[in-house]
């Protein structure tokens, strides 16, 4: 059973037009972290939530906002979403920041702005 | 800065070997991992090392050398389920940093 539950996995917006992605887990893992992955590059990351603290990656655009209402959800809110923002967007966890802790991701929201 | 290199591609034949290389340089080190990701899916966690050394883990094993800011997944006895990505990433206090991946391709 999936324990990192992102939705949609395909999402259509307008250029511009305000997206909200989805995550959920059932680990009760104490870290989430939301990557942004364009074709055939890596995984970047955005930014990520150490249960409700939030840490922003500096050179995450100010459109990018996320939220982390409970332990088990989070979401991503892209405001104005431009071209450039088409993508997939990876949702993480893991149990805490102990350099072993292994990452566990959801399949994915793949974006497409048109 | 984060650099983490590896090859774009590779194809290797069902039944053989395959050894996937990594080269880093990053800013700070706290353990190397591999993840493998098939088209369209999560990417999954294959293996972990922090001290050089390989970890052999079934058919897959992972060597690290820290020294020289290197690690390889070696992949044995290639089955066509083998096609995928596989990502390379150094963890950095608790942020991963990934390469760009490397589509194996095995062919029958």
């Known amino acids: 059973d999936a324990m990192v539950i992102q939705n949609p996995r395909y999402q259509v917006t307008q250029f511009g037009k305000p997206v909200t992605l989805s995550c959920s887990q059932t680990?009760?893992?104490?870290?989430m972290y939301w990557y942004q992955q364009k074709s055939s590059q890596a995984p970047k990351l955005l930014f990520h939530?150490?249960?409700?603290?939030?840490?922003n990656e500096a050179d995450t655009p100010d459109n990018f906002q996320s939220r982390r209402p409970n332990t088990s959800f989070c979401f991503l809110d892209i405001r104005s979403p431009g071209l450039g923002d088409a993508a997939m967007y990876l949702c993480?966890?893991?149990?805490?920041?102990?350099?072993?802790?292994?990452?566990?991701f959801g399949a994915g929201t793949r974006l497409s702005v048109l | 800065g984060q650099n983490i290199d590896q090859p774009t591609e590779m194809t290797a034949t069902e039944g053989a070997i395959v050894q996937i290389n990594c080269t880093y340089q990053?800013?700070?080190?706290?353990?190397l991992f591999w993840y493998q990701q098939h088209a369209g899916e999560a990417p999954t966690f294959l293996s972990y090392n922090v001290l050089d050394g390989l970890e052999e883990k079934g058919r897959f094993s992972s060597f690290l050398s820290r020294s020289k800011g290197y690690s390889y997944l070696l992949l044995k006895e290639l089955q066509m389920k083998d096609s995928a990505s596989y990502l390379c990433a150094v963890r950095n206090d608790y942020k991963l940093s990934f390469g760009a991946g490397t589509t194996v391709t095995v062919r029958a």
């Open positions: 990053t800013s700070g080190f706290n353990g």
């Open positions: 993480a966890t893991s149990r805490d920041k102990v350099a072993k802790n292994i990452q566990y």
């Open positions: 939530y150490y249960d409700k603290d939030f840490n």
């Open positions: 680990l009760n893992h104490n870290v």
